[in-house]
Structure formats: C-alpha cells, structure tokens
C-alpha cells in the first residue's frame, strides 16, 4: 500500500471530503439539533440540500452543484466505500499519469458524471457522491490504455478494472439510490480524456499536457450551456415517463 504522503492529490482529494462530512455533520448539529451519533452515521438532508446536485436547482442558475455534490456523501458508509475506492485508483492514477493529470482527470470526470445526471434524471432529483469522478478513473485508465494499445483482457489491470466496473454497475441497477446514470457519465468523460491524454503523458512540454483537458473542459462547458439553454430529462423522454 501507498503511503498518503507520496500522494499528495490523493490525499488532499480525501481529506476534502471528510472534512465536507464532518462540516456537513457539524450543521446539522448546530442548526437543526440533531445528535453527533445520527448525524455522522446519517448525513441531514437539510445540509445536503443545500448542495447536493438537483436539475432544478442548476437550472436555476446554481451551477456550483456539479462541484460541490462531489465532495458531498449521504452517510458513512457512502463514504468509507468511496474513499476507500479513491484510495486504490487515486493511488495507481496519480503514481501513472502525474499529479496534474490525475487532478484534471479526476475534475473532468466529476463534472461529465453531474451532467450526464441533469440530462438523463428526474428534475427534481438529488445526487451527491465521489463516485461518479471515481469512476471516470476507471475510464481514464481505459482511454489511456486504448490509445496506448495495452487494453487487453490479458493486461490484469484492465481485466480486474472491466470485472469491478460490470459488478459496480450491475449493483447501480439493482439499487434504486445509486445512480448509475452518473457513473456511466464518468467513466465516458475520464475516457475521453485518458485518450487525448495518453500522448502526451511522457512529454514535456506543458502547453501540450494542457490542451487534452481544455478539450474535454470545453466539451463539458458547451453541453452544460446547451442543458441550460434548454433543460431537459432526455431519459423521461426517451421512456415516455
């Protein structure tokens, strides 16, 4: 096992979010007289709504939930699984791509998951996790090791990856309070990006290290305008519902 100190994103990516629970906990303590045991077992709803990602409340300008639901967690156990995860994939992603392009990836990957929710989830819908840029990890190695030519089911890496993705995916859609609609979100944004990103890995030239992430970042800004431009569940209208 890696020690937190030799990852330095990683562990600042962990520590930002149990301090959002802990903040989190603390509120709901303070402003709503729930107990420490229930609030840092069960995080209030009435904190979390404040920002937890909602259709509605984006399309109202609250734009600030796609980034702040990632660090947000319903309860204790959501959170010990996703830090857990973030552990592992944080620590081979950054030790593999650089700090930097761990960062952007883990970010862009975050925001893919938020936008793929507004567009395929009920309005008036909530999400919070890390999961969905935890996800776009896995996608980030896939892209990477497309464009590398190393995705094999031969490569162990990847077979262990493909395995833990179908099963994470599968328990998604077999549990109505897990979204995978984020999930999927960020595996395809950490993909897209983990293939722009593959050449330039062993460069050095910083302005080309740069420009995969402004690519995906762009993407990201023009679909987020569009939904704005026009919301809309495209999962309600596809199904009728």
Do not use: C
């Amino acid at each position: 096992m890696q020690s937190l100190s030799r990852l330095p994103v990683t562990s600042a990516l962990i520590s930002a979010s149990v301090l959002a629970y802990l903040i989190v906990a603390y509120l709901g303590v303070t402003q709503y007289g729930i107990s420490w045991n229930a609030a840092l077992v069960n995080q209030p709803g009435q904190v979390l709504l404040r920002g937890a990602l909602s259709p509605k409340f984006v399309a109202q300008g609250q734009v600030y939930r796609v980034i702040t639901a990632m660090f947000l967690h319903a309860g204790f156990l959501h959170i010990a699984l996703n830090m857990l995860s973030l552990y592992f994939l944080g620590s081979f992603a950054e030790l593999s791509f650089g700090r930097g392009r761990y960062l952007a990836l883990y970010f862009l990957s975050g925001i893919a998951s938020g936008i793929a929710y507004l567009y395929f989830s009920g309005f008036n819908s909530l999400a919070v996790g890390a999961s969905g840029a935890i996800f776009g990890l896995v996608g980030g190695i896939f892209g990477f090791a497309i464009r590398r030519g190393t995705f094999s089911w031969e490569n162990p890496i990847i077979r262990q990856l493909i395995i833990l993705t179908i099963l994470n995916l599968w328990l998604g859609f077999s549990i109505r309070a897990v979204s995978n609609t984020a999930h999927i979100g960020g595996i395809v944004g950490g993909a897209v990006y983990g293939w722009l990103m593959a050449p330039t890995v062993f460069s050095q030239k910083r302005l080309r290290a740069i420009i995969p992430a402004v690519v995906v970042f762009g993407i990201e800004l023009v679909l987020l305008a569009f939904w704005l431009y026009q919301p809309v569940d495209l999962l309600a209208y596809f199904t009728g519902s």
